[in-house]
């Protein structure tokens, strides 16, 4: 179980957040490929008619969804409970839209260092750490105010 | 260009080009670059330029020069620093960097922080960059926290990175001490859900170590009495709470969608998962002592859980996957198959993918319990996604048996029928699997089947590949009744000469392959036979001039079927009385007797040798394919060409001019069938003169590019480093590599008779993206006991090198045949 990678870009595939969790390709030329590779992937997927689920390597699937313009995908052991991990990535959308108060592109874009904070908060190495909207909102509150 | 981080993001934003964009990235870049090389910066700025460059490294930009100063940042005494520093040491650094060393220290001093908030920063950092190295200099710290803290923030943080720590190094298991965790489980005021998340993933570490082997006995650890007995402790404890949360309808701040924490469930039922699986591995009865209240649990959860929302449906794929991983009792199994039924009938696409991927591995262990559901399998069949058409055709081939045979081949022409281009990879895994299956399935209603094939080269003819037409042809061939055979082509003809129907397109190579060579084995019986006036619109003329156009529009694009063509020319023209038609049947064939292909060439003129023989004669040779077992993946051409007999059976004066060459014919396609030889001895006896030149030809192309020393000694010897690839009670083969380059590689072949072998025939396949080129065995066919004979291949194409090897031989002189086959996969690749 685990998250292997967290990625969120747009419709066009500029990316808005990446945090990779596994041991990343000391290559960051791989890293960037692979991300290109996913955006590929995904944006050629029917909105509509395809599962929020797709392979994508040896090791992982991933798992997406996309709010307005904005993709939020998931890298996941090919072995993992998908369904829950929509459940993840919509709680994570759930906190950032409570956090900035009806959450666009731009919020994220200009306060993307905030988003880290947020994702840190409910996901430590991969692994979700909170499931409490209330306590975390409470959290990133005080965290916030702490610049 | 400004100098804050949300101008420099607004600059990036409005840029109009991508050049102007990487232009004032490559500017900026630079920028901090040397900013960041400047000591006496203040911190508010190195601040600014930090945050730059991780807007940077999210944009994929070279950020490697930012790693120092984000250590900088973390050693700063400002909470502000440090929290940018963590972060940026987190997107920036991974675990193989040097820098990791100059970490350590800081994160150990932070983790014992006055200040709850930076203690925060290094355990999430520490969670992040975990290696053996940090996890045995900072397990220490971690513990502590886990025994001193009473803040869950601190404490759900901890168990996480001890979590890590502990599977990162797991010597670590001998310092771990489980009253930790009992005392926090009973102290309700800090046990929060994220705290009990954070236990599931200490035990779930634990017991993955169990599972993956016994590396702790070396250290004197008995993990079935020093761990997994006192962790089983804690089984019935977790038992209840998942309970209480399962049923438990509304839980304030835990609720999605109507269920308490689907996120603390699926922990606890993975993690109850590890616990047994652990416990069947190690036979431990103090795990498998709950199995009963386990099972009972898990039958309450799938019935209780609502399957309707996404949260639920989480929790009882969960559960289903326990079922079948631990194998438990036949109610449960049948339970969750129903379960995964129920996700299958449901509209959600998602849930589908899931259930279909889940039945997908549980067939063998369910499969009666799966094939009650086969209505919604095949439902699937049609749906919009590729991906879940893809799983309920695999799954649909999972449950195929005798019974449900002709109800899910009906439903896969369905499918077949609503197919295009875009799901080719469908079509080419749906055709492969229904020749396997009808190879594998006696099929009583014999026209039934060749009526499926008949549908299928309707449908998706264009896409079959030859390989596959193949196998469809040793289908019909292998049909027993000749009237079936007969009907079939009487189908295939009245859809194709009747210039009215549109249904089969001019590009259906598949097609057209079959009916060509259907047209030659069986064109005789539809014309002469019982239905012959039912369709005025097939008759001698029909056929001849429909092989007649085909031929016109293939003469250059596709020799595969001019090369069946020429053959069906041939037979037919013993079929067939009219004068003028047989005529145009050897024009047909003349056509070709300069053609630039030399296999056409040579098919051209020898069949023109033919063509002139004996009715009689011809008979013989040309009689309807007997009924044949089907050998391995190779033939291109079911029909024996002549081509291939000669090198079977070598006429004295080719052996000589081959063996000067040291070079034996290209075989691009084996030959499945040994039609009389003597006849065609007695022929190419007196007409060697035709064949000969072309011979040389093609040899002495091959010679000057072909590295093979030549050979001059009769004797082969075994070379030394040639490895052993078959060994059975007749013979050894041997193979010895003699290059690899992209695209091509040489190797020869020893066999090496352990008693005497006759006639010998080697047939040899490679994966599709190659291509063979087989030479002779040599000195002979004939080898003596411990005597060796070579054979050259040469293969080009792309891949890993593997082949499969088929041998016929006679065994001491014995008139039988013998086979063997073998497949052997070389460690190189081309």
């Known amino acids: ?147 | 260009m400004g100098s804050s981080l949300r101008s420099f993001i607004k600059d990036v934003r409005g840029a109009k080009t991508l050049a102007d964009e990487r232009a004032i990235i490559t500017k900026q870049s630079a920028k901090i670059r040397t900013k960041l090389r400047d000591d006496h910066l203040p911190h508010e700025k190195r601040r600014v330029n930090i945050q730059k460059l991780l807007y940077l490294y999210i944009l994929g930009e070279k950020t490697h020069f930012g790693q120092v100063e984000s250590i900088n940042l973390v050693a700063s005494d400002e909470f502000v620093d440090k929290r940018l520093g963590y972060l940026a040491a987190t997107l920036l650094l991974d675990e193989s960097e040097d820098l990791l060393t100059l970490l350590t220290n800081m994160l150990n001093n932070d983790l014992h922080h006055p200040n709850k908030y930076v203690v925060s920063l290094a355990l999430t950092s520490l969670g992040f960059l975990s290696s053996p190295e940090l996890a045995r200099d900072l397990y220490p710290d971690v513990e502590n926290i886990i025994k001193n803290s009473r803040d869950p923030f601190l404490l759900k943080k901890a168990l996480q990175c001890a979590a890590k720590l502990i599977f990162k190094d797991d010597s670590l298991l001998e310092i771990f001490n489980i009253e930790d965790i009992t005392r926090v489980l009973s102290n309700h005021s800090i046990c929060t859900h994220g705290v009990l998340l954070g236990i599931t993933k200490i035990l779930q570490s634990i017991l993955l170590i169990g599972l993956n082997g016994n590396k702790e006995e070396e250290d004197g650890i008995d993990y079935n009495n020093d761990i997994l007995a006192p962790l089983s402790l804690l089984l019935r404890e977790f038992f209840v709470r998942l309970e209480n949360l399962n049923s438990k309808n509304i839980e304030p701040g835990y609720d999605v969608q109507g269920i308490c924490d689907p996120f603390l469930q699926c922990e606890m039922i993975y993690t109850l998962q590890l616990y047994f699986q652990v416990g069947e591995l190690l036979d431990s009865k103090h795990v498998l002592g709950y199995k009963d209240n386990f099972c009972d649990l898990l039958t309450r959860i799938a019935t209780n859980t609502d399957s309707t929302k996404n949260s639920g449906q989480a929790i009882l794929y969960e559960t289903v996957k326990t079922i079948f991983s631990l194998n438990l009792n036949q109610p449960l199994r049948v339970l969750g198959v129903n379960i995964l039924a129920k996700f299958l009938a449901g509209k959600d696409n998602n849930t589908k993918y899931v259930s279909l991927n889940t039945l997908l591995k549980v067939v063998p262990q369910e499969p009666t319990a799966v094939q009650r559901h086969r209505k919604f399998i095949s439902h699937c069949l049609q749906d919009n996604d590729v991906s879940i058409r893809m799983r309920a055709l695999e799954l649909s081939f999972a449950i195929l048996d005798g019974s449900n045979l002709v109800e899910l081949v009906n439903e896969l022409m369905k499918f077949l029928a609503k197919q295009d281009e875009d799901s080719k990879d469908l079509i080419i895994y749906t055709i492969d699997h229904l020749v396997d299956t009808f190879d594998t399935h006696v099929v009583k209603d014999e026209s039934w089947k060749l009526d499926v094939f008949l549908n299928i080269l309707k449908l998706v003819g264009p896409f079959i590949n030859y390989e596959k037409i193949n196998d469809i042809l040793i289908i019909i061939n292998n049909t027993t009744k000749l009237f079936d055979k007969s009907n079939f082509l009487q189908k295939l003809l009245s859809l194709s000469l009747d210039g009215e129907s549109m249904e089969i397109s001019d590009d259906n190579i598949g097609w057209q392959l079959v009916l060509v060579w259907c047209i030659g084995e069986y064109g005789d019986l539809v014309l002469n036979g019982d239905n012959k006036n039912n369709t005025s619109s097939i008759n001698e003329s029909s056929i001849t001039d429909y092989l007649l156009n085909l031929q016109e529009c293939y003469t250059t694009t596709n020799h595969k079927i001019i090369n069946y063509i020429l053959t069906t020319a041939l037979k037919l023209s013993i079929k067939i009385f009219d004068a003028k038609n047989i005529e145009k049947l050897r024009q047909l064939i003349l056509n070709y007797a300069d053609s630039t292909d030399l296999t056409l060439q040579m098919k051209s003129n020898q069949y023109e040798i033919f063509f002139n023989q004996s009715l009689s004669v011809k008979k013989t040779i040309l009689e309807t394919m007997p009924k044949f077992e089907k050998i391995a993946e190779k033939s291109n051409n079911v029909k024996g060409s002549s081509k291939n007999l000669i090198s079977n059976e070598p006429i004295d004066l080719l052996s000589d001019l081959l063996n000067e060459d040291s070079k034996s014919e290209t075989k691009d396609s084996t030959g499945d069938n040994v039609k009389p030889i003597d006849i065609l001895e007695e022929i190419f006896g007196e007409k060697n003169d035709i064949t000969q030149p072309l011979k040389r030809g093609e040899e002495e192309e091959k010679s000057t590019n072909h590295p093979t020393v030549a050979i001059t000694n009769a004797d082969v010897i075994l070379p030394s480093d040639a490895t052993k690839i078959y060994d059975s009670s007749s013979l050894n083969v041997y193979a010895s590599l003699l290059s690899v380059s992209s695209g091509l590689a040489h190797l020869d072949l020893f066999f090496q008779a352990k008693s005497l072998i006759s006639d010998l025939q080697t047939f040899c396949a490679v994966p599709k993206a190659q291509k063979l080129t087989l030479g002779q065995l040599y000195p002979s066919s004939t080898i003596k006991a411990s005597q060796v004979c070579k054979q050259s291949l040469k293969v080009s194409g792309s891949g890993k090198l593997k082949l499969r090897i088929k041998l016929d031989f006679h065994l001491n002189g014995s008139s039988s045949t013998t086979n063997e086959q073998f497949d052997h996969k070389f460690n190189e690749s081309l």
């Open chain 1, 1 to 147: 179980m685990g998250v292997q990678f967290i990625l969120c870009f747009n419709k066009q595939g500029v990316v808005r957040l990446v945090r990779w969790f596994d041991v990343r390709s000391s290559d960051p030329q791989r890293s960037q490929d692979a991300i290109a590779q996913i955006y590929r992937l995904i944006s050629s997927r029917d909105h509509k008619h395809q599962s929020n689920f797709v392979e994508f390597s040896d090791s992982t699937k991933l798992v997406y969804r996309r709010y307005a313009g904005l993709y939020f995908v998931m890298g996941v052991d090919l072995l993992d409970d998908e369904p829950i991990y929509l459940c993840h990535i919509h709680l994570f959308v759930e906190v950032l839209d409570a956090f900035f108060g009806n959450v666009c592109e731009l919020d994220i874009v200009f306060n993307f260092y905030k988003v880290y904070m947020i994702m840190d908060e409910m996901f430590i190495g991969g692994e979700i750490q909170e499931i409490s909207k209330d306590m975390l909102l409470e959290r990133l509150s005080i965290l916030d105010r702490l610049d």
